[in-house]
């Protein structure tokens, strides 16, 4: 199958997952499931990651500003824009589409490997509305929180890392983050994670769902799948910058 076939059936997925629900009580409870699998148990490793990473940033940039010229606000400045326009959105989107989108594509596969797929079409039910809409709704709407969250404790564990290694102050970190602050830069980060999160909830979706064979293509399937998605993030990352910055 070519890509332009790959491409084709995804999108015929999407018209499947997208209609109205059949069942409402159960997809309720299948959206307050994937809301705690998809977004609460990541939160522990998005916040471990985005505050050290917000420290490295930050001490980097600390050492590469050696001039008596430059000041020192330019640190926070620097680390405020990096965290805000790269790192929380993308990094953390990459992040996200390892763990996340090997489960998704883990727990579908191994439902059709199983024959459990075929077993809800045989009751009349839409099975990809029925285990890829509430991936998609947690994603889109929980993973905003996540990335908000991201930026905050990326700004923060800056600001901790200059405190504890004295390169830079902390008025000095704190005056730099109120330098030239443009709220589109949010607006534009929040764009990018809806998107990315779409991709997250679908792509790994589709891999799963169109499985074929045993619990060894399973495997190969979520590996593929986190490829994908992980290309096609940067790939709309560079087009959604391109789009919106330029």
Same mark, same amino acid.
């Given at each position: /199958?070519?890509?332009?076939?790959?491409?084709?059936?995804?999108? /015929?997925?999407? @018209?499947?997952?997208?209609? #109205?629900?059949?069942? =409402? =009580?159960?997809?309720?409870?299948?959206?307050?499931?994937?809301?705690?699998?998809?977004?609460? #148990?990541?939160?522990?490793? +998005?916040?471990?990651?985005?505050?050290?990473? *917000?420290? &490295?940033?930050?001490?980097?940039?600390?050492?590469?500003?050696?001039?008596?010229?430059?000041? #020192?606000?330019?640190?926070?400045?620097?680390?405020?824009?990096?965290?805000?326009?790269?790192?929380?959105?993308?990094?953390?989107?990459?992040?996200?589409? !390892? #763990? %996340?989108?090997?489960? +998704? $594509?883990?727990?579908?596969?191994?439902? =059709?490997?199983?024959?459990?797929?075929?077993?809800?079409?045989? /009751? !009349? +039910?839409?099975?990809?509305?029925?285990?890829?809409?509430?991936? &998609?709704?947690?994603?889109?709407?929980?993973?905003?929180?996540?990335?908000?969250?991201?930026?905050?404790?990326?700004?923060?564990?800056?600001?901790?890392?200059? +405190?504890?290694?004295?390169? @830079?102050?902390?008025?000095?970190?704190?005056?730099?983050?109120?330098?030239?602050?443009?709220?589109?830069?949010?607006?534009?980060?929040?764009?990018?994670?809806?998107?990315?999160?779409?991709?997250?909830?679908?792509?790994?979706?589709?891999? *799963?769902?169109? %499985?074929?064979?045993?619990?060894?293509? %399973?495997?190969?399937?979520?590996?593929?799948?986190?490829?994908?998605?992980?290309?096609?993030?940067?790939?709309?990352?560079?087009?959604? $910058?391109? /789009?919106?910055? $330029?």
């Amino acid at each position: /199958m070519n890509y332009i076939e790959h491409v084709g059936k995804y999108f /015929m997925m999407l @018209f499947q997952v997208f209609k #109205k629900p059949q069942r =409402r =009580r159960f997809f309720y409870e299948s959206l307050f499931k994937e809301i705690e699998e998809l977004g609460l #148990k990541s939160l522990g490793i +998005i916040m471990f990651i985005s505050f050290f990473i *917000g420290g &490295v940033i930050a001490l980097q940039t600390a050492l590469n500003v050696e001039s008596p010229f430059i000041p #020192k606000s330019l640190i926070g400045f620097a680390a405020k824009r990096s965290v805000i326009l790269e790192f929380a959105p993308t990094f953390c989107s990459i992040i996200l589409a !390892g #763990k %996340v989108g090997s489960y +998704i $594509t883990s727990s579908i596969g191994t439902m =059709r490997v199983t024959e459990q797929i075929d077993a809800l079409e045989v /009751m !009349g +039910i839409n099975s990809l509305n029925h285990l890829v809409l509430p991936k &998609v709704i947690a994603t889109v709407f929980f993973y905003p929180f996540l990335i908000s969250l991201a930026m905050v404790l990326g700004i923060f564990g800056g600001w901790v890392a200059g +405190i504890i290694s004295g390169l @830079f102050s902390g008025l000095d970190y704190i005056e730099g983050l109120q330098m030239e602050f443009k709220p589109f830069l949010i607006t534009y980060a929040m764009i990018k994670t809806l998107v990315f999160a779409f991709l997250i909830a679908t792509v790994p979706s589709y891999h *799963g769902y169109y %499985v074929k064979g045993g619990s060894i293509a %399973v495997g190969k399937a979520s590996t593929k799948s986190v490829v994908w998605t992980t290309i096609l993030i940067v790939i709309f990352n560079y087009f959604l $910058t391109q /789009m919106l910055l $330029t």
